[in-house]
């Protein structure tokens, strides 16, 4: 999907090891946001940043951190990955807050072992 | 728990007829976003419909949106084979929250 960037598109980690998921845009939007999408669950908020410099509680935080770098880029990092945490994740983007759709990035498949 | 449940889980209708998907959710909201889902890609938006408007077009799709029932509905007419997907909805609150429901499968038969 041009504009969000997601790297690594897939990525297999051993139960106790650390990662970054790093999203990227190149659309100048303001708000970012983090989703897990596990079989037959829909996707889930994790983290969403309205704006640079700001960054917010989801659905399910727990055993997530984020950082918004810049305007550009918003990464999820794992501290200590779970079996649990095996899913695909998405980043989406939207221009600003308040009725504007997503736009989403092509996802990380993770698999924790 | 999730904002946003679709009903049916799955659907599978032969190709030319009409496919309706709803969707109800719990709390006030100030919009409500309809997304596709193909093979477990990125999620494309579809329409979005404000908590002040009570139906919507956009080519082959209907929605409305019933805030005093807390439920909205998808219609595409006129199915395709291409039209086999996920589709979500999802809610977005005073928060800046969007947050979707579990999803139903449409499959079209040819």
């Known amino acids: 999907n041009a504009g969000v960037t997601q790297t690594p598109k897939f990525q297999v980690l051993k139960t106790g090891q650390s990662m970054t998921l790093q999203c990227a845009q190149d659309?100048?939007?303001?708000?970012m946001y983090w989703y897990r999408q596990d079989p037959g669950m829909g996707l889930r908020l994790i983290y969403y940043?309205?704006?640079?410099?700001?960054?917010d509680k989801g659905e399910v935080p727990n055993g997530y951190n984020v950082s918004r770098l810049n305007k550009r880029e918003f990464s999820l990092r794992l501290e200590s990955a779970a079996p649990s945490q095996t899913s695909v994740y998405f980043c989406?983007?939207?221009?600003?807050?308040?009725?504007?759709?997503?736009?989403f990035g092509n996802g990380t498949r993770l698999t924790v072992t | 728990s999730q904002q946003g449940e679709e009903d049916p889980q799955a659907l599978s209708i032969q190709e030319g007829e009409n496919a309706t998907m709803n969707c109800s959710y719990k709390?006030?909201?100030?919009?409500l976003q309809w997304y596709r889902q193909n093979s477990g890609r990125g999620l494309v938006h579809l329409i979005l419909?404000?908590?002040?408007?009570r139906e919507k077009h956009s080519g082959r799709l209907r929605v409305t949106l019933d805030t005093s029932k807390k439920s909205s509905s998808l219609l595409i007419t006129a199915s395709r084979a291409a039209d086999t997907a996920s589709y979500f909805c999802?809610?977005?609150?005073?928060?800046?929250?969007?947050?979707f429901g579990k999803g139903t499968r449409l499959h079209i038969l040819p």
């Open positions: 709390t006030s909201i100030n919009n």
């Open positions: 659309m100048n939007h303001n708000s």
């Open positions: 419909i404000r908590s002040n408007e």
């Open positions: 940043s309205a704006s640079e410099g700001t960054t």
């Open positions: 989406a983007i939207r221009p600003t807050t308040g009725g504007s759709p997503l736009h």
């Open positions: 999802a809610t977005e609150s005073r928060d800046d929250k969007i947050i």
